[in-house]
Structure formats: structure tokens, C-alpha cells
């Protein structure tokens, strides 16, 4: 039935140059035409199947490996680290495996003193066939268009990274902030993410650009390569993603602070990363030279930034209260398959409706993530809860392996690699220094205003923990055209495989070296996930309870310096942040979500109308459980919750009545969103020695 | 920040003729264009996300609209039909609303002596630019190029049907069969599917080979139009996706048989129509005279047909083997996010794996899916269980929702449609003449062995019931190269619109017409659904309790007429049925899964250290439980299970030792294998009535 390539082209190449002999009215030939193309559409078809097949494939490895991994407590290689592995292996086996099919697609040329349209149209012995365009070839490499299909077909458009691949881990990341120790050092993870970003991407810039300068010096150049270039190789690779670094954390229960930090900077920083990225490419000085300083482009660009940004925000936040709504006022949670499907639907439109509008998807899919988080999550059925987890989680899980094995993949798969040395080493030496530059200064001018100071085993790790990933590898790989970015994405791929395998591999062996703490006794997160179902069998929902804050743990186990943490969070709750808390509490909260206090008891009387329409009945009924309402996190890290299997305790209480008798240090006269906002800090820790505790550890063996 | 499309063109021409002048050092003007070519990159990147962001609009609107419906209890418009109107609306904006970009793609003739090939490189300026072959254009159509953007880009490749939407939507449903119902009309199933699909095939085709005839002599045909265009239409058209109806017997209870009978008839059929039009257009009679019979050709036809099926059988089969192999010889259950991405990808896998190897991956994940439920499933754990399912839930309901509104969609930005009148109105009545071959010469002589009779009513309704959907859709757009495909994928659109809209909104009043019965007593699946988290609240499984039949309930109902049903089922089920079951029983199964009887004592002594290789240390544990082991279905229609919230009772007996005692016309003789068989089949009825019932509806409000 399948004819070698060949032979079929030749088959076809006869019966054209028959065809072109023949009259109109002959069928057979022109039937044989259409058969022959529909042979080679099915070709194609089967090469896109074995393309897909082969990441499948990949991926299957990588979950067994993975699964072996785990049970077996292998920590130096992390899955993301595998992923690549075995996406090199397969590279390699694409790359000097399959045959190259040489003729098949030998260049025509047909020149044109125009500009490149986008569509073609080419005369074939009077039939007319359309072509798109792809792209531009670099004089060097057109005979690479004649390699084999096979690494066309495992090479895709960069923009399924971003359409696609990308939205699904960012909004992962977004919905699953630990929002507890995310808004404790909400100042900190905002000045690394920014301006330490910012920092990291100047001096990178600056380096290379030396280093480019050298290069062109000794002859290693062979094109251009401009200072802009250099800036935005700079902005590509701050984008640091330590996910091996966290899910080694995660396990070993390393110090929370230290997790949010890295997390929330990681998370963040990818968002600057790429609208700085955006930025730097809008930077159009006037005039011919392009490395003059031109303050209205420099002004246009901070502009540029700053505009992006803050729309995508915008986006993102907007579409979690219309979620929210949505999800408030309409009984879909009587549904929950529909429920899901929109809550996936409405969180994907984020990330389109943002680049539809020339925002940042990724920015707004962020901050989706954590509206939903905060708000779309009260009104969801329990159902709906977990099935949205979980999708999340399996979408993230995927999508992340994928990337991760595109990159190993891409080493080899990718036609227009361009490797300097003088660039790699350059660009380490300058990656390292840029970290420094980042956490040092930054985490000294922190430390002057913070209470409980970022100590130096601490600035280390996260020197330490600068890996680059999905975001670095997915911005450099967005636009390969030119010599330079070709240049950078090589870089920036060997950047990837160093800092995740080597890196990563000695983060374990870097905790114990700078002594930073690990906690063995709380079970871990993936403990408290996998037995997750037990919830489910007993009718308890952990998310809905109020875990206590990990300090509180930490005060049973006796440890000291926690005790200067519940002083520590207080005072460095900024005035702005108290204030938003109560406006989102007192406001927000009962507009978007079934949560008390009743908006007709908190606006004034004139909006009484608008109060009521916006109050549901349920927010009456919910008035007993308002603690559990405002201490709603979505647990998903070492937190604990004392509830395992056990519905009647519950670590901070769960009647209203409890915190007011038992608050600390006079706190009696304070109005009740303070109380919430101090308890929801983790200031209630006496309460949870008084009432006892009890840990009850899963039942499944998850060895 | 962004121009308009023709001052950024006309920029980019001008930037382009000046640098056909200007040297190669010359910096500027190439900077430019580079920022040009980003700017291009940029705005194609805002139309791709617009583009889905469309969709996205679509299945959000088609969401809320479901809600909307189901609160209301609207019966006469199914969500397929709702998402086919709101793709229409959404097409007729794009379509009259959006402006085309004339210029834009004004086509360039360039003349080529030889073939078209794949890819091109087209000099422009000394700069190479890779162009890919799209397809063939037909000259009269040639305008169309230059249409705009927009409709361009909502225009998919029709592979991403067989490739992304396709698989979850035929897994969905092969995983979901109903097996007990199935089984009992598998002989009549496979009667409506193969040599129904293939009777409904060739009448349909000669009767539009009539219509063809009469066009042309009317002079209506503009172009060529082969007899195996009309076949292949047969073929395309004679898939069935009756998905309004079954879910309004859902939603009814109409009579479980009709309801096995017409899904399990689409689902394979489904599968016949994909492998037959493959093997329709292998048909390549030697000799120039497309007309004649070639008796070779036709058998080779054939040949490829039974190849292509048994093979993606096998395929489908062995996938979900190795599965249910992996899961139960690993822990992966103590990683339920492992073990559901597994599952997916695997199970996502057979698809491609059969296209790849060049057979159709269609049928090939119907049966992984059905091995998948038998097998696979209970290696599971709880969680993954459930995860799984929900996780195809979710994709299938997208996919098909997405599939319909594209479907809408088509209908206007189409840029290719033929509509002929006289061609419309022949494939109406060929379709309508072919599905009454197809059913009642069929159900007359499967009447002649069938005890209990396919009464006229059923015949009726399934003779109404031919809607037809998706995979008719995703055939007739796979290949829309020629005027006779055209014209075939416009008619097909028609037809898929009339019968969901018309034949579909008739459903309801049909049912009543036809005086078939509907059960009002029982809860509905949705409301099983809906429940089902109950079930994890309690610590109930109900997919692993055996549900008595439906039969049984209706035995309590005091309905005469069931039973015979006892009876007819024992003696229906064939020799060959009851074999298998045996086989399935005592080898498979302890195979694949961790149910018993343990190998060591059913295979010989000669196997032993297989034997004992394959046998878990689970079996020896679930020898108690074998009964609920034997007779787990995948609970997914109107059977009960009187197990709402109430742990304790099953109606069946959970044990064992409950059937010996009780069976049955002292069938206390007979194997375990047997006992196994008739209890699945539902003959311990009177047990049911001996332990008594006690429903307990859901918790919630489903209005």
C-alpha cells in the first residue's frame, strides 16, 4: 500500500509530465494525481502521528522513571531533569537515526524583487497551488532544507509554547501560591522579581555585550549582533524556574520562607521576564545608530513596560471576578462537569484575551491564576474543587514534561544551532555575576527594613537556585531568525541542561552544606495530596478548614526564633497591605464569593439596593463559619492541617466564637477584620497548644 | 506600537527596495526590517489568539446555555445543537463583519514545468524565504486567496479533527459502554454496524451516482464526479452520531435495549464508516475505466478494509493489555497524578500508534477504551478512578462541543462550498432510503433469532434516530481538494445540521408517538453523576458494587414483560459469548488484573512459575470480594444502584457466599465461571426483592 518516497515522487513527477501532454478530458492520469496526493497527505499524516507519538513516548518514560524515582527516594535528578534526559537520547536517535530523504524537497528558485508575501500562488502545469510562508533561510543553511522530514515534523512553532504549553503551568503556579507566606514577603518577592530582574537583565546585557565586542575582535563573529540583542538576552535568561529546587524543598520540608521567596520570585519574575522581553524588542531609537542612548525610546520602552504589565494585570484580575460572578449567581455547581469546563475555559481566555490585546498572557494568566484562587474558589462545589485541581495539576504536569523534553529534543532536532564557546562561557560567567547582583544588593537593602532578616545561608540558596527553564528556553526560542537570537537560543539551551541537572542535582547536598533547616516530622505535601481522597471519604474538605500556619507547628516542636514570627508578621504586615485586607475583606470578598460579612451591613444605606442584589442568602448561613471563610487557602505545600481523617478538630478554631475569648495580647477591641487578618497571620498560636493536637498520617503507604 | 497592515507593508516595501540598492554592511534598513518581519510575527500571533479566543467564546456561550437549558429542563435543543447555532452566528460575524485585507495576499504566478513541491525558496532581494505547500487551488476560486485574515485563521487544518478532537470523544465513548447491555445486543450491534454501515453505504452511493447522472444531464456539473466519490459519500454519510438522541433517552430512561442498540450501533459505526471511505479510496481499478468492476480491486478493497479494522483492533486491544500489565505490576497507585497521566497518555497513544502503523486510530482507541474499562480500571486506584474518568469527561465534552461549533462555523468560513440543489436534495432522500435498508431488512432477519423481538417501535425510532455528527463532519472536511469533495463536505454540513436541529428537536415527541416507554421512577445517569461524589464522602465506590439490572428493578416494578428477560438473556447468550466470558474469566483477567481466581490454581501445574509470577498477593485477599471483581461495570446509564449514600446495602450480595445459597433453578452445580455469567447478567433477581431496597436520592438539588 505504501510505495517508497521515491518512487512515488517519481510516479508523480511521470504522470505531471504526461498530465501536462495530455487534454483536459483525460481522466486517468489526473485521477492518479489526486490519488498520488492523497498518498502523500497520508504520509504526512502518518509522519505528524509518529511525531506526536514520539513525545508520548517520552513522556510515558519519564512518568515510570519517574514513578521509580519516587519509589525509590532518588532526589539528585528531579523529572523536569529527566524529561530532558531522555529528550536528548530520543534527539540523538531522530538526528543520526532517520534517514534523510534527500530530493524530496530540493529548493525551487523563483526570484522576486519584491517583498516576501504571505501567500504564493504556483503555476503547475495549469493547476494552481497555494503556499504559505514559513520563514527566512540563512544563506548558510539551505541545504538543511533539504534534511529529513522527521525533524521537521518533531519541530514546532514556538508559539504552541505560549498558546498552548505555557498558560497551563503559569496558571498552575498562579492558583496554587501558598497565599499565606506569599503576602508575608510580598514586599521582598516583589523587589527580587522586579528590580531584581531588572538588575539581573542590565548586567547580563552589559556582559555580553563586552563579551560580543570580544568576539568580533578576535574574528569569531560572523554576523551582527547588537547591544539590543545583548539586553534581551539578558531579559531571557533572568527568567529563573527552580522546580527542582522547590519540589526538593517541598520534600524535605525545607524553611517555608525560603520556599516562598523562590517560588514567588520565580513565578513573578517569569512575568517581568517576558514583558521585559516585549519591551526591549519595542525599543526603536531614531536614527541610524541603534547604540546611542535615546532617552524618548528608553522612556517609550519603561512605558511600554509598565502599560504591559499592568494590562495584563488588569486582564487577569478582571477575569477572575467575572469567573467569580459567574460562578456566584448561577447554580453551576449543581453541574460540576459544566462548573469545570468553564472555570477551565474562562481561565484559558485570560492568556488569549490578553495577546489578543497585546498584553502579556502569561502576566495575566498569573494573576487569573491567583484571583481564582482567592475568589472563583469559595463558590465552587466541592466536586468542582477537586476536579479543577486536578485538571490543573495534570495539565501542569504534562505540559511541564513536555517542554522539558522538547528541550533535551530540541539539542538535536533545532537546524540552525550556532555554538561559541567564547559566547557560552561568557554568557555563564554572566548569568552567575547577574545573580549575585540580584539577591546581594537587593537582600541588603531588604534586610534593612525586615524584621526577621533574610540571613546569608538563605541569600546563598537562593544565589544557589537560580535555574533557568520552561520560560527562559520558551522566550529564546520564539524568535530564531537572525544569526544573533540563534545564537542566544543555543546559549540559552545549554544554560537549561547545566543549571537543571548539575545545579539541581546538587541542591540537596548545597541545603545540608549551608545548614539550612529541614523539617522531617510534617508529613509533606505529596502526602497530604495523595491521601487527599481521605477527605473525600470522610466528607471533610482540608481546604475549607483553616490549616494553622506551619509557625504554630513549629511553636509545639519548641523551636525558638518561631515565636519571634507571630511579632515578626505583624509588624511587617505593611499599612497598605492591612488596608487592602480589609477593603477585600469587608468588600470584595462578600461581592465575589458567598462570604460574609453581608454587603448590607457594610455599605452605607444608600447602596442598599445594589447590597442586596449582590448578597445571596448563603452568606447569612456562612456568618458561624467566617473564620473558616477568611483562612481559606488552597492548601498545596507543608503547611499543615491538623485534620487529617478527623473532622473534629480543627487547629484554630471553627466557630466565631472562639478567637475573641482567646486572642492574644488584648486584641478584644480590635475590629473583626483585623482579628481575621492577625489570625489568618498565624497569631492565634496559643490556641492550637490549648486545644491539643492530634496527627493522624495517611493511610495509604506511599512508599 | 502598531501601524496599520498596509503602512506596515508599504513600509516594508520600501525598506525592501532600498536594500536591494544599499550594501551589504548597510546596518539600518535590515534592522528594520527584522523589526518588521516581528511586527508581521506579532500581528499573526494576535490573530491566532483571537482566533481561539472565538472558540473559546463559543463554548463558554454553549456552557451557560447548557445550564441555562438544563434548569429549564429544555429538551428540544441539545447542547451539540446549541454549540452548531452559536458557531453559525460567530461565522456570520467573521464572515460580513470582519474587513478583508485586500493586498495583502495578492498572489504571485510563478511558473513551474515540473511537480508541486513541498517546500519552496523563493529569492527576494538576496534573501532566501521558505515557503510551505499548502494545497491546491482551483482556478475559479483564485479571488479567494486575497480574503481576509480572519477567516483564514479560525479555518483549521482538518487534521487537528483525527489527531486532538476525534480521540477523546471515541474513547469517552468506548470507555463508557455499557457493557452488560452491550454484550446482551452485541450480535445485533455488529449486525447494524458492519453490514448495516455497509448496505447504507452502497445504496446511498448508487442512488447519488443517480443524482450525479441527472446533473450532468441538466448540465449542473461543473466538474468531475467518479462513482467512487459516491460510495466514498455513502460511506462518509453513513456514520451516525445520534448524540441528542441518547441523551434525551438518558435523560427520560427510555428502554435500556433501544438505548444499547443505538449506542453501541454509532460507536462502531462509526468506526466502519472511517475504514471503509479509507478503503473506498483504495479502490484504484486497473485500466483507465474508473467504472468498471475490477474484481481484484474490489476484493483488495476489501482486504484492506478487514486488514485496517483487525489490526486497529488489535492495536486498541494490546494498549490496553499493556496498560492494565503496567498498572498492575507497579505502585503507581500511590501516585494518582501519575497514574491518570499514564493512563491519558497511553490510552492516547493507541491512536497515534495506529495511524502511524497505517491503520485507523478511530477504531483502535474505541477498543483500547473498552479493554481499558475491563482491565485497566480496576488496577486503579480510587482516585485515579475517578480522576480518569473525570478527566475524559471534561475533554470529551470540549472536544465535542468544539467540534459542533466549528461545524457552525464552517458553514461560513468555508471559503470552498458547492452547494447544487439537486445534489442537496438526493442526498436527502438517499440517506433517508438508506437508513431504512439499513434497519429494517436487518432487524427483520435479526428478529428471527432474537427471543425478544426488535419491535416496530424500536425500529422506528432507530430508523429516526440516524442524526448524524461529528465523524461525518471530520470525514467529509478531510479532504476537500476536489469539486466532487466539496460539494460532498457542503452537502454533508447540511445534513448534519438538519438532522441534530430537526430530527433531534423531534426526539421527545417521537418517543411519545412511537408509545415508547420512559421511566420516570429511577434517577437519571446525571443525577448518578451528579451524586457521585457522594459516594467518595461516604467511602462508597459505586462503580465497584455490583449494580443489579436494570431488570431487577423492574421486577419490582411488577413489569410483566421482564421476566422473560431472565430467560431471554441466558439463552441469547451465544455458545461463543459464553465462552469468552469463561476464558475472560478464568485467564484474563487474573491476568490483567488483581482479581481471581488466582492463576496458580486455574492454569496447570507446568505454568506454575508463570503463574505464580502473575499472581499478586491482592487475589488471595479479593477471593471474598470475587463477586463484586466479576461484575464491575463502569456505571454509566440508567441502571441502578440502590447504593445512594448507604454503605450497607447492596443489592446483590457483597459477599461471596451470597449467590451459592440463593441462585437460582439449582444452578448451585454449576462452575464459578457460569455462576459469574448469569449473576452478571442479571438472573439473581431475587435477591433483590429478598434484601429489599431503599433509594436514596441525591443531596442535591439538580434544578
Known amino acids: 500500500m505504501q510505495l517508497p518516497v521515491r518512487s512515488r515522487l517519481l510516479l508523480l513527477l511521470l504522470l505531471l509530465l504526461r498530465?501536462?501532454?495530455?487534454?483536459?478530458?483525460?481522466?486517468s492520469s489526473s485521477a492518479m494525481e489526486e490519488i498520488a496526493t492523497e498518498k502523500e497527505a497520508e504520509e504526512s499524516h502518518r509522519q505528524d502521528s509518529v511525531s506526536l507519538l514520539t513525545f508520548i513516548l517520552l513522556l510515558t518514560l519519564t512518568i515510570l522513571t519517574i514513578w521509580l524515582f519516587k519509589h525509590r527516594r532518588v532526589r539528585f535528578l528531579h523529572e523536569t531533569g529527566l524529561a530532558m534526559i531522555?529528550?536528548?537520547i530520543v534527539g540523538v536517535i531522530l538526528r543520526y537515526g532517520s534517514p534523510s530523504s534527500s530530493g524530496h524537497d530540493k529548493p525551487f528558485s523563483c526570484s522576486q524583487e519584491d517583498r516576501p508575501f504571505t501567500t504564493l500562488l504556483v503555476n503547475v502545469s495549469g493547476k494552481f497551488f497555494e503556499y504559505t510562508l514559513k520563514g527566512e533561510i540563512s544563506p548558510g543553511k539551505i541545504h538543511n532544507v533539504e534534511q529529513n522530514d522527521?525533524?521537521?515534523?518533531?519541530?514546532?512553532?514556538?508559539?504552541?509554547?505560549?498558546?498552548i504549553l505555557l498558560p497551563p503551568i503559569i496558571f498552575h503556579a498562579g492558583y496554587s501560591l501558598k497565599k499565606r507566606h506569599f503576602f508575608r514577603n510580598l514586599g521582598s518577592i516583589l523587589a527580587y522579581a522586579f528590580?531584581?530582574?531588572?538588575?539581573?537583565?542590565?548586567?547580563?546585557?552589559?556582559?555580553?555585550?563586552g563579551v560580543v565586542k570580544l568576539m568580533k575582535l578576535v574574528g569569531q563573529l560572523s554576523d551582527k549582533f547588537y547591544y539590543t540583542d545583548c539586553l534581551l538576552f539578558g531579559a531571557v535568561i533572568s527568567a529563573t524556574d527552580p522546580v527542582t529546587v522547590l519540589a526538593i524543598f517541598n520534600e524535605l520540608h525545607a524553611d517555608v520562607d525560603l520556599y516562598a521567596l523562590l517560588f514567588g520570585e520565580s513565578v513573578l519574575n517569569d512575568a517581568v521576564a517576558i514583558v521585559l522581553s516585549s519591551s526591549i524588542v519595542a525599543y526603536q531609537p531614531t536614527g541610524e545608530n541603534t547604540h546611542a542612548f535615546d532617552a524618548t525610546a528608553?522612556?517609550?520602552?519603561?512605558?511600554?513596560?509598565?502599560g504591559i504589565f499592568s494590562g495584563s494585570f488588569m486582564m487577569g484580575a478582571v477575569t477572575g471576578v467575572v469567573t467569580a460572578l459567574v460562578t456566584k449567581f448561577t447554580k453551576l455547581h449543581c453541574f460540576p462537569l459544566l462548573e469545570t469546563a468553564l472555570f477551565f475555559l474562562m481561565s484559558w481566555s485570560t492568556f488569549l484575551l490578553a495577546e489578543a490585546c497585546g498584553f502579556t498572557g502569561v502576566v495575566a494568566v498569573l494573576f487569573c491564576g491567583i484571583a481564582q484562587a482567592h475568589y472563583t474558589y469559595n463558590n465552587l462545589s466541592v466536586e468542582s474543587r477537586s476536579r479543577s485541581k486536578q485538571l490543573f495539576e495534570v495539565l501542569h504536569f504534562l505540559a511541564e514534561n513536555f517542554i522539558f523534553s522538547y528541550m533535551g529534543l530540541a539539542l538535536f532536532t533545532f537546524q540552525k544551532h550556532i555554538f561559541?564557546?567564547?559566547?557560552?562561557?561568557?554568557?555563564?560567567?554572566?548569568?552567575?555575576?547577574?545573580?549575585?547582583a540580584h539577591i546581594y544588593p537587593l537582600s541588603f537593602f531588604l534586610n534593612l527594613g525586615r524584621r526577621h532578616k533574610i540571613n546569608w545561608n538563605f541569600q546563598h540558596m537562593m544565589m544557589f537556585s537560580g535555574l533557568r527553564g520552561a520560560m527562559a528556553f520558551a522566550l529564546a526560542i520564539r524568535d530564531t531568525a537572525t544569526y544573533s537570537h540563534q545564537m542566544m537560543f543555543s546559549t540559552t539551551l545549554l544554560i537549561v541542561f547545566f543549571t537543571v541537572w548539575i545545579i539541581g542535582g546538587g541542591t540537596t547536598p548545597m541545603l545540608s552544606w549551608l545548614n539550612i533547616r529541614v523539617g522531617d516530622h510534617a508529613p509533606s505535601?505529596?502526602?497530604?495530596?495523595?491521601?487527599?481522597?481521605?477527605?473525600?471519604?470522610?466528607?471533610?474538605?482540608?481546604?475549607?478548614?483553616?490549616p494553622?500556619?506551619?509557625?504554630?507547628?513549629?511553636?509545639?516542636?519548641?523551636?525558638g526564633p518561631d515565636s519571634e514570627r507571630g511579632n515578626r508578621t505583624k509588624q511587617e504586615s505593611a499599612w497598605l497591605f492591612r488596608l487592602w485586607y480589609s477593603f477585600d475583606h469587608n468588600y470584595l470578598k462578600p461581592i465575589l464569593t458567598h462570604s460574609g460579612p453581608p454587603l448590607t451591613t457594610t455599605l452605607p444605606s444608600c447602596c442598599g439596593l445594589l447590597a442586596r442584589c449582590l448578597t445571596t442568602p448563603q452568606v447569612y448561613d456562612n456568618q458561624e463559619q467566617l473564620r473558616e471563610e477568611d483562612s481559606d487557602f488552597i492548601l498545596n505545600d507543608g503547611d499543615l492541617t491538623l485534620t487529617y481523617g478527623d473532622t473534629t478538630i480543627t487547629a484554630n478554631g471553627s466557630s466565631g466564637s472562639c478567637t475573641a475569648p482567646t486572642s492574644l495580647d488584648g486584641r478584644k477591641t480590635k475590629s473583626s477584620s483585623e482579628e481575621a487578618l492577625e489570625h489568618d497571620l498565624g497569631m492565634g498560636d496559643n490556641e492550637v497548644t490549648s486545644r491539643g493536637t492530634r496527627l493522624v498520617f495517611p493511610l495509604e503507604d506511599n512508599a
Open 548 to 559: 494553622p500556619s506551619n509557625d504554630s507547628f513549629q511553636v509545639l516542636q519548641g523551636d
Open 19 to 27: 498530465a501536462s501532454g495530455l487534454r483536459a478530458g483525460e481522466r
Open 298 to 306: 528608553f522612556f517609550k520602552s519603561v512605558g511600554v513596560f509598565l
Open 525 to 546: 505535601v505529596e502526602e497530604i495530596n495523595e491521601s487527599r481522597w481521605l477527605y473525600f471519604r470522610v466528607g471533610v474538605d482540608p481546604d475549607q478548614d483553616p
Open 420 to 436: 561559541s564557546p567564547i559566547f557560552i562561557i561568557g554568557a555563564f560567567i554572566a548569568i552567575f555575576l547577574g545573580r549575585a
Open 86 to 88: 531522555y529528550g536528548l
Open 150 to 163: 522527521m525533524l521537521r515534523k518533531v519541530t514546532f512553532d514556538p508559539e504552541v509554547f505560549f498558546n
Open 195 to 209: 528590580l531584581g530582574t531588572a538588575v539581573s537583565c542590565f548586567i547580563i546585557g552589559n556582559l555580553m555585550y
